[in-house]
């Protein structure tokens, strides 16, 4: 069956450039992840959904990121005038509930973010 | 902090059995996650502790110490397709939700 989905896979832009990635999750999946993922580093959490709403933002790095998910499905991730330490790996995963030995995380296979 | 603390790189021979640690702040802990990321690849899920004690999955087992803050992962019977890195992550209370935390990964490399 089909797993979660991001586009682009590649994005680089000019610094001070807007970007929005997509992330399809896993049909009936309610809740979505984005993290962030840079060279040699873990994932960094920046939010999670649970249907649409996003009960904590706290992972987000400035008000240059927003992220928004309708109809319980599709997410977006902005970034505002993007600087160069935003180059990264941008990781969606979607789940069937709450995590937990039921409900694993499954993830997309990244948009490749590069600010030149 | 909310500290995950596992180790940069291991190496082992292919064969023989190796023990990834992890340890993680126990405030506000409800359970922990042990995926594998092969390189340029999306992590895939491996195994989920909650209360103490080993689970067993195959070749992979995952063990937990609740009071420790303490898990490890072990792998039997290394195989070449077993190098990649293992991420441990701990779901832990922030803001009132439980947040996946990740460790930086240990970089397993499996030699002939």
């Known amino acids: 069956g089909a797993g979660v989905s991001q586009s682009p896979s590649n994005k680089v832009t000019e610094k001070g450039k807007d970007v929005e990635l997509r992330c399809d999750p896993i049909?009936?999946?309610?809740?979505l992840y984005w993290y962030r993922q840079s060279l040699g580093q873990g994932l960094e959490f920046l939010i999670y959904?649970?249907?649409?709403?996003?009960?904590?933002k706290s992972g987000l790095p400035s008000d240059r990121f927003s992220a928004e998910r309708t109809g319980g499905s599709v997410s977006t991730l902005t970034i505002q005038r993007t600087q160069q330490e935003d180059s990264a790996v941008y990781l969606c995963a979607s789940s069937p509930g709450p995590l937990s030995s039921y409900n694993e995380q499954f993830f997309g296979p990244g948009t490749r973010l590069t600010v030149l | 902090g909310q500290n995950i603390d596992q180790p940069t790189e291991m190496t082992a021979t292919e064969g023989a059995i190796v023990q990834i640690n992890c340890t993680y702040q126990t405030s506000g802990f409800n359970g922990l996650f042990w995926y594998q990321q092969h390189a340029g690849e999306a992590p895939t899920f491996l195994s989920y502790n909650v209360l103490d004690g080993l689970e067993e999955k195959g070749r992979f087992s995952s063990f937990l110490s609740r009071s420790k803050g303490y898990s490890y992962l072990l792998l039997k019977e290394l195989q070449m397709k077993d190098s990649a890195s293992y991420l441990c992550a701990a779901h832990l209370l922030s803001g009132g939700s439980y947040i996946p935390t990740f460790g930086r990964g240990t970089s397993l490399i499996v030699h002939p």
């Open positions: 959904f649970q249907g649409n709403s996003a009960p904590d």
């Open positions: 049909s009936g999946h309610t809740a």
